[in-house]
């Protein structure tokens, strides 16, 4: 698929004329990492942001003793680190290509001018820092008010809204980043999807969960009902 093609179906840039993708495609440069290759580290000069064309990416933060905590993972369609283009500032996390990954890297200050003469791709990027921001509100309410069984019940809820109306839900990610993702470990995660599938509320599968009680899943993540 064309550069161009890509673009289009990006939901960032959705409602650009063509002349407008155009100059978009004039200005990126289209990047490949392999599996575990580090994008960018935190404190890296950020120097715009990117898109996922295929693959996985994880943007994750290291404690001082080298604990892993992963904020989000972008998959197709989705671009990151886009606050370096109004903040100008260092990356605040690292990067990382989960699988065999093609991302656009966007320069910030040829982004910014192509911004200066579309709107439309001014309040498109207003919407996704929108989101991003919901996602993180999230997110945090998830780690500080939530135990661990609530935070996966919330997680698997969450990804069943992403998708068609299917009671299986994929991970997409390995079970030890799932656990990273919601602040605990493998061993904890395994207990809890054991516990889970004994009550009913799911089978698993490898990385497909399929949800077999909604509405318990749903008092769980409220924190109405323990395992």
């Known amino acids: 698929m064309k550069i161009i093609e890509h673009l289009k179906i990006t939901p ?48 994750y933060k290291l404690s001082l003793d080298g604990k892993e905590q992963i904020l989000h993972i972008f998959e197709a369609g989705e671009p990151f680190a886009e606050a370096a283009v109004f903040a100008g ?3 605040p996390a690292h990067a990382l290509a989960l699988k065999n990954s093609r991302v656009f890297f966007f320069p910030r200050t040829s982004f910014i001018e192509v911004i200066k003469n579309h709107p439309t791709l001014a309040m498109n990027m207003m919407a996704a820092l929108s989101m991003r921001l919901k996602k993180f509100a999230h997110m945090i309410e998830a780690l500080s008010l939530k135990e661990v069984p ?19 839900v994929d991970l997409k990610i390995a ?53």
């Open 150 to 168: 609530g935070r996966l019940a919330s997680h698997i809820l969450y990804l069943y809204d992403q998708q068609d109306d299917s009671d299986e």
């Open 89 to 91: 500032v260092s990356f």
């Open 175 to 227: 079970k030890n980043h799932v656990a990273s993702l919601l602040g605990t470990i493998p061993e904890t995660l395994s207990r809890i999807l054991t516990k889970m599938q004994k009550q009913e509320l799911i089978r698993s599968s490898g990385s497909t969960i399929i949800i077999l009680d909604h509405d318990g899943l749903e008092d769980l993540a409220a924190g109405e009902r323990r395992l």
């Open 12 to 59: 960032l840039f959705q409602g650009l004329t063509a002349e407008e993708l155009d100059e978009l495609a004039m200005i990126l440069t289209d990047q490949e990492f392999k599996r575990g290759q580090t994008i960018f580290s935190e404190g890296d000069a950020g120097l715009g942001f990117y898109v996922v064309v295929s693959g996985l990416v994880k943007i």
